[in-house]
């Protein structure tokens, strides 16, 4: 489409959901004309290249690694394994401190199964955790319970519409203290939640997703890859992506779209809008609540963002390490909201849950040769100023530098990306706590699965895209790309029916 050209479709933000959504309604003939605020396009996945290393600006773990939504999409758009290729990890390392009091680490621990060959051994973390035999057998059966879930059995929990511990609490599982503070950490590395946040039929998809597809993969060529894949692929099929260009303002007339104001005053009109810029900026800034009636405006307001990630990137001299991905936890270092709130009144934690992974030991092609990069972070509240984000970040670094000292001498250089880059990046901060949560409202109970926002807003022509809503389940990339799959069916439809395009 030339820029000029009337557009059928204004698609607010140029993110994984924005562009997956804009490529699959230019597939289905329409013109869509991306606006992204940002130089480039990406979104959460943005990032650049520098010095020979090609990097996202925060740290991601593709999951699942087989069967995620970016397959659907591929074939839909007719993406070959070279345009968007999930690699799972190979190595993967887990350091553990429990009831001994002292940190121990395993190497090749089969849990994230990056590759097909590989079964599913928990027997690893078992000796990890130092399990007697009971416990091994009271953990093999609560594990197998969960693996074998029927996908009927977790939409019941779905519709009972549960946190994770509140279906514990229900006690029909003998639960061994060591695989109790597992899933307290799975919520918060997994899902960037707390365990008495994130919704029961959640937590299971994705735990059996990892356990059986993998988890922890990272695109070959990285993230921005897949964004410029994307992006080349909506004009290729005749839409428009225009990059550097803010939306202010959805204009609003009678209570229809009629287009949006730019940051410059220019006025874009189109009879449909789809905004990617997330739940809480699109209705209480860009659209604005008056445009809503007070029921909408509330339940808005009400939506939590998930939690944040604080990380570093460090970009290496020499490669040190040689695993893909370790995580690093205490029976005391995971959070629950109990927990949580005592650190946000000012106690210091003896330790921190890490997450480390190494995208260059996926595809090398990532760093110059003889070289090495390293994302590592820990999990923190999604308001971009909580004071307590520094501590942690210091926290999250003094482990890894325990665990891998030889790190230390080999930085060249290091970057680091918190709450508040992800915001002032990717998304405004409109109310309190809100604007640098890593995946929208995430995996919270009561606003995921089937109490997901609808995509449709009550305003007419006015969609939402991407992590925050019309996607159904699964975590980050997975379901704003699932998003756009259902979004961009629901809007054609839309626009069909009532011939609004022209
Ligand atoms: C720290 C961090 C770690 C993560 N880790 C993982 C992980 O391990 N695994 C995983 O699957 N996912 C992870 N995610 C989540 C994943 O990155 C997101 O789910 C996904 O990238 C979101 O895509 P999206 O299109 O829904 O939204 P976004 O990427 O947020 O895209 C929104 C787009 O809208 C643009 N925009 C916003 N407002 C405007 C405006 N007014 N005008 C024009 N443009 C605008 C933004 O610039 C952005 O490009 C992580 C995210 C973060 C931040």
């Known amino acids: 489409m030339s820029e000029n050209k009337q557009c059928d479709m204004i698609i607010i933000g140029g993110g994984i959901g924005g562009l997956s959504c804009a490529a699959l309604l230019a597939k289905q003939g329409f ?20 010095k ?97 879930m029927t996908p009927d059995q977790i939409d019941t929990l779905d519709a009972e519409d549960i946190t ?51 988890g922890g993969g990272y695109p070959a060529g990285g993230c921005m890859h897949v964004a410029d894949i994307l992006t080349k692929k909506v004009i290729e099929l005749g839409g428009a992506v225009r990059t550097n260009t803010k939306v202010e303002k959805i204009d609003i007339q009678n209570s229809s779209v009629t287009g949006v104001i730019t940051t410059e005053g220019k006025k874009i009109s189109a009879p449909v809008v789809i905004s990617n810029a997330g739940i809480h900026p699109t209705v209480l800034k860009l659209a604005g609540e008056e445009h809503f009636d ?11 963002p998930a939690w944040g990630l604080t ?12 695993f893909h991905i370790s995580v690093l936890y205490s029976d005391s270092g995971w959070w629950d909201l109990e927990r949580y709130t005592k650190i946000k009144n000012g106690h210091v934690p003896d330790d921190v849950v890490v997450y480390a992974m190494v995208p260059s030991n996926y595809d090398p092609s990532v760093a110059p040769e003889g070289k090495q990069i390293l994302t590592a972070g820990t999990v923190c509240p999604s308001d971009p100023g909580a004071e307590e984000i520094e501590m942690l970040t210091q926290k999250a670094e003094a482990l890894l530098f325990k665990f891998w000292p030889e790190i230390i001498p080999a930085i060249e250089f290091k970057k680091y990306g918190g709450p508040a880059q992800v915001s002032a990046l990717t998304r405004d901060h409109v109310q309190h706590g809100q604007g640098g949560e890593c995946m929208g409202l995430g995996q919270i109970a009561g606003q995921c699965g089937s109490t997901r926002p609808s995509a449709a807003t009550p305003v007419r022509g006015l969609f939402l895209v991407g992590i925050d809503a019309g996607g159904n389940a699964g975590m980050g990339l997975h ?8 979004v961009s069916q629901q809007v054609g439809r839309y626009c069909r029916k009532r011939q609004v395009v022209v």
């Open 31 to 50: 013109r869509p004309l991306v606006l992204e605020m940002n130089a480039k396009t990406g979104g959460r996945v943005l990032g650049e290249s520098e």
């Open 311 to 322: 990380s570093q990137i460090y970009f290496l001299k020499k490669p040190v390490l040689d």
């Open 52 to 148: 020979g290393f090609t990097y996202e600006y925060f740290p991601i773990g593709v999951t699942p690694v087989r069967n995620h939504s970016f397959e659907i999409l591929s074939r839909v758009l007719n993406l070959n394994e070279s345009e968007i290729n999930i690699i799972g990890p190979e190595n993967m390392g887990f350091a553990y401190r429990g009831r001994s009091g002292e940190w121990e680490f395993m190497d090749n621990v089969n849990i994230l199964l990056g590759d097909i060959s590989e079964d599913f051994d928990p027997s690893h973390l078992f000796d990890l955790w130092g399990l007697d035999e009971k416990e091994r057998e009271l953990a093999i059966k609560v594990l197998g319970e969960l693996y074998l």
């Open 164 to 214: 994770f511990k509140e279906f514990l609490d229900k006690g029909l599982y003998d639960v061994p203290w060591a695989v109790d503070n597992f899933f307290g950490f799975f919520a918060n590395m997994a899902m960037v939640e707390p365990i008495d946040l994130v919704s029961a039929a959640e937590y299971v998809r994705i735990l059996q997703d990892s356990f059986n597809n993998g």
């Open 479 to 486: 379901q704003s790309v699932d998003s756009a799959l259902k």
């Open 294 to 304: 007070k029921r909408y405006v509330s339940y808005v307001k009400d939506l939590v």
